[in-house]
């Protein structure tokens, strides 16, 4: 009995080591597809009718967002499945929680501002990515 044991346990801390982590999987270039928006239990979706915008990830902790012929530098930081952006001078600029990441999906939830005062309102947005490396 304990060979078993001792041989499950070996498998589940073998299944570890080899899983990937949240940052090794965002590293790469992703293409937004689409994203949803929510508002006040209003919602709709984009798809195609928004500007093509692929996201690059580096290991440096830099994210390139490309755009419109642009090129958009800013630091990244993930903790606790929350994906943050940063200014040049280290201010935040946005955060979402990561919903999913693997190897093909990439999707990111932000809460957002009402845009209206005030209470029980809700706003948020999710965005759909899938890799292109």
Not at 66 to 78: P, R
């Amino acid at each position: 009995m304990q060979k078993w044991a001792f041989f499950l346990i070996g498998c589940a801390v073998l299944f570890s080591a080899c899983k990937r982590s949240t940052e090794q999987q965002l590293l790469g270039k992703w293409k937004l597809d689409s994203a949803y928006y929510h508002y006040n239990q209003f919602g709709f979706s984009s798809e195609g009718w928004h500007q093509e915008e692929v996201y690059e990830f580096l290991p440096s902790g830099e994210t390139r967002t490309i755009a419109q012929n642009s090129v958009l530098t800013n630091e990244y930081k993930i903790k606790d499945r929350q994906l943050s952006y940063f200014n040049d001078e280290g201010v935040l600029i946005n955060s979402y929680e990561i919903l999913l990441v693997d190897g093909n999906q990439l999707v990111l939830r932000a809460e957002k501002e009402p845009l209206f005062k005030g209470n029980n309102q809700n706003r948020f947005e999710v965005r759909y990515f899938s890799k292109l490396d």
